[in-house]
């Protein structure tokens, strides 16, 4: 032991990175590419290794361009999981690289960004006491690189601009393991604490993440493959997704690490991208309900400009009280109503109003009249100023009314049996004037979803409000345009995900949701209470009775 430690001191003693690089420059390479050599070998010794790193730092000065190979060298060696001290020396050095040289700040952001991807997996270990310990070296992994990233943010101004788009590129593909996404997600989420100033841009890339994945995740793909694996064997369990965090990475004081992602889920789902899809939903809502809530108390302030910095965020997230809730929704009506935001941005508005105010359990009635007098008057002073010079009927010009007009249909139908039961009721729903909506020369009904169309008839038709079968016959005898399918393809994205079946399948419309038995995180944050119908279990309408019956 003696002797290893007075070998390791005369190698310290007698390694100078100095004369190295200097005899390089005169044309000796010999020492030069040993050096280079020994640095990217997998098998060097920490303590040798921690030599070389402590000489890097000491003439960091002297490493410019043209020791760009050697730098790159230093950026591939496998530090965040060796002994501590070889980890402090690294971090050490690495910061004194980039505050002596941006011009290797990206290197080295990226060299970091990339120990966010585990490169072994937990399910590939063969017993649970490996796959439990190769669990907690990862997360002492992230903690390593949590630590220098929030350093090197901190002496460099430069470094938010040169991560975001660092971040973007290596997020894992699809394809890959559910526990690598799960990883890198919680990653991102963490750089928010200690760079708040990407938060918006961090959440919106994990947003359009899961987008994407859910579009790869259609509904009957998903019941398909959970049938046969209950036929196959419902006894197994997989627990290669859950993601355990370390006691030890909980407490750290230097970065704050956080558990978002806590074992809730005892059994992934079978279709791979759904059970992806669910994991990094779990760490978003998780993330959201903890930057939202201190000690059970919500942080006012703090979640208004979180709503109005993640514009597409579930309703179910966490409940909302009521100033932030009408705080949001005229947060949403500015933008709807706003004719110089794009056509598509004022669509997605009035879509989520929709579907807040009418699943929303914790919105007041009062709130859900308010919005329909604001959206009905819209309509009315749209159709004083455009319907008596239409000639023939124009998404693309008025894709913003017809937005409107199955949005105020949307929540009608919801809401109905509250307002009916209100004590001026009948009266307030006679003031709205659907009559004269539903009969203008734009032909609102043409360019609703079936479903909310049949739905809205019929209620509207039972209180002799309006009277839309004479007008939808009509519509139906007529070829409609290829761009409504279009256009309703993307209305169901954000108002039930309804998809439109062709006209022999039109009564079998059904809305596209997974089944609450399909979902085992629907509970995720407790608390949370939504409608939870949609506006099919409004379609048997056999008398008045039948109808307040189906919205209880």
């Not at 590129?169 to 963490?190: E, G, H, R, S, W």
């Not at 919500?298 to 208004?304: G, P, Y």
Request: aromatic share 10%; proline share 3%.
């Amino acid at each position: 032991m003696n002797g290893n430690m007075s070998a390791v001191k005369k190698k310290e003693k007698d390694f100078d990175l100095s004369q190295i690089l200097e005899n390089y420059k005169r044309g000796s390479r010999k020492e030069y590419d040993i050096f280079v050599s020994k640095l990217v070998n997998p098998f060097t010794e920490a303590a040798e290794l921690r030599i070389y790193l402590s000489g890097a730092r000491d003439c960091v000065v002297l490493l410019d361009k043209d020791f760009e190979d050697l730098v790159g060298s230093l950026l591939k060696v496998d530090w965040p999981s060796r002994e501590s001290s070889l980890i402090q020396e690294y971090q050490s050095f690495l910061l004194n690289l980039v505050s002596a040289h941006t011009y290797y700040l990206r290197a080295g952001l990226r060299m970091l960004v990339k120990h966010f991807l585990p490169k072994t997996l937990p399910s590939e270990m063969e017993t649970d006491l490996e796959n439990q310990s190769l669990r907690q070296k990862h997360e002492q992994t992230f903690i390593n690189i949590h630590m220098v990233l929030k350093a090197i943010s901190k002496i460099v101004p430069m470094t938010p601009a040169l991560l975001m788009p660092l971040l973007n590129d290596l997020f894992p593909y699809m394809t890959k393991d559910a526990y690598i996404q799960a990883c890198y997600v919680k990653n991102l989420l963490q750089i928010t604490h200690y760079i708040p100033t990407l938060r918006q841009k961090i959440m919106e890339l994990i947003v359009d993440r899961m987008l994407k994945l859910d579009v790869r995740s259609p509904r009957t793909d998903i019941e398909e493959s959970e049938a046969d694996e209950e036929d196959m064997d419902e006894d197994i369990v997989f627990d290669m997704e859950d993601i355990d965090i370390s006691q030890e990475g909980l407490t750290s004081p230097d970065i704050g690490y956080h558990s978002y992602f806590e074992e809730i889920r005892t059994k992934p789902m079978s279709h791979k991208d759904a059970e992806k899809l669910d994991v990094m939903m779990d760490l978003f809502l998780k993330y959201t309900h903890n930057n939202c809530y201190v000690n059970d108390g919500m942080r006012l302030c703090i979640t208004k400009q979180y709503f109005q910095n993640a514009f597409i965020i579930d309703d179910k997230s966490f409940c909302l009280l009521q100033a932030i809730c009408e705080g949001f929704l005229d947060f949403l009506w500015k933008k709807v109503k706003d004719p110089n935001t794009q056509t598509i941005f004022r669509q997605i508005a009035v879509s989520y109003m929709s579907s807040l105010i009418s699943r929303g359990m914790f919105v007041p009635l009062s709130t859900v009249t308010a919005c329909l007098d604001l959206m009905c008057e819209w309509l009315h002073k749209y159709l004083d100023q455009t319907s008596s010079d239409t000639v023939h009927i124009d998404i693309t010009h008025h894709g913003s009314f017809y937005a409107v007009c199955q949005s105020v249909f949307y929540v009608f139908v919801f809401r109905n049996k509250e307002i009916f039961e209100m004590k001026k009721g009948y009266k307030w729903s006679e003031s709205l004037n659907f009559q004269r909506i539903v009969t203008s020369r734009l032909n609102p009904l043409k360019f609703c979803l079936p479903v909310i169309a049949k739905t809205f008839a019929s209620v509207t038709r039972m209180h002799q409000l309006a009277f839309c079968d004479t007008i939808m016959e009509r519509n139906n005898r007529c070829i409609l345009p290829v761009v409504r399918k279009i256009y309703i393809a993307f209305v169901s994205e954000f108002q039930g995900n309804i998809e439109e079946e062709d006209k022999a399948d039109t009564e079998d419309d059904e809305d596209d949701f997974l089944n609450d038995e399909m979902t085992e995180s629907a509970d995720i944050v407790p608390g949370v209470r939504s409608l939870g119908k949609t506006p099919t279990d409004f379609l048997n309408y056999g008398n008045l009775q039948d109808l307040n019956n189906s919205m209880t």
